[in-house]
T-cell receptor, first 111, second 112 residues
């Protein structure tokens, strides 16, 4: 059973077309939920950590939110340079210091 | 800081050969992780170390895989013998006391 599920698998947006990516999780004892961005040929790059339901974090055109069962990454007025794979990962009491990653959402923003 | 440094960036080898991947974590970090990424399975944790001691190797596929961390600034992941199904991108990451992971840029391994 997947502990971390991301949707959609792929998303194509026009420049300026806002949207949201979803990350749902089933682990118990959540310690933190992490969002990463991965560009082709590179390692994942850290974006945000969320620790408790109701928490929100923002960075430029990105805003991450967390509920008890899922997280959203909202992208407002995206630009082509926002194109990347966005990965969600969770750390929980049952996994100790390990991060369990979702499969990612491939975002393409066309100008 | 230079970040997590991995070498080589690309490795092409023949089935049956030994492969050694190398990682230098960020100075001061006390945990090191080896992940493997494939299209089919995404990012999978292979093993992680805390203060140079292996803590969880439950993700290591089989005995052909081994990892060492002889000191705080160096780790290796070895595959012997290698098989075509080992082809993937292998990432090393490090952190300090549960802080967000910092990843290297990976080693792309192709086993023919």
């Amino acid at each position: 059973e997947d502990q971390v599920t991301q949707s959609p698998e792929a998303l194509r947006l026009q420049e300026g077309e806002s949207s949201s990516l979803n990350c749902s999780y089933t682990v118990s004892g959540l310690r933190g939920l992490f969002w990463y961005r991965q560009d082709p040929g590179k390692g994942p790059e850290f974006l945000f950590t969320l620790y408790s339901a109701g928490e929100e974090k923002e960075k430029e055109r990105l805003k991450a939110t967390l509920t008890k069962k899922e997280s959203f990454l909202h992208i407002t007025a995206p630009k082509p340079e926002d194109s990347a794979t966005y990965l969600c990962a969770v750390s929980s009491m049952e996994y100790g210091n390990k991060l369990v990653f979702g499969a990612g959402t491939i975002l393409r923003v066309k100008s | 800081d230079a970040g997590v440094i991995q070498s080589p960036r690309h490795e092409v080898t023949e089935m049956g050969q030994e492969v050694t991947l190398r990682c230098k974590p960020i100075s001061g970090h006390n945990s090191l992780f080896w992940y493997r990424q494939t299209m089919m399975r995404g990012l999978e944790l292979l093993i992680y170390f805390n203060n140079n001691v292996p803590i969880d190797d439950s993700g290591m596929p089989e005995d052909r895989f081994s990892a060492k961390m002889p000191n705080a600034s160096f780790s290796t992941l070895k595959i012997q013998p290698s098989e075509p199904r080992d082809s993937a991108v292998y990432f090393c990451a490090s952190n300090l006391n549960g802080s967000p992971l910092h990843f290297g840029n990976g080693t792309r391994l192709t086993v023919t």
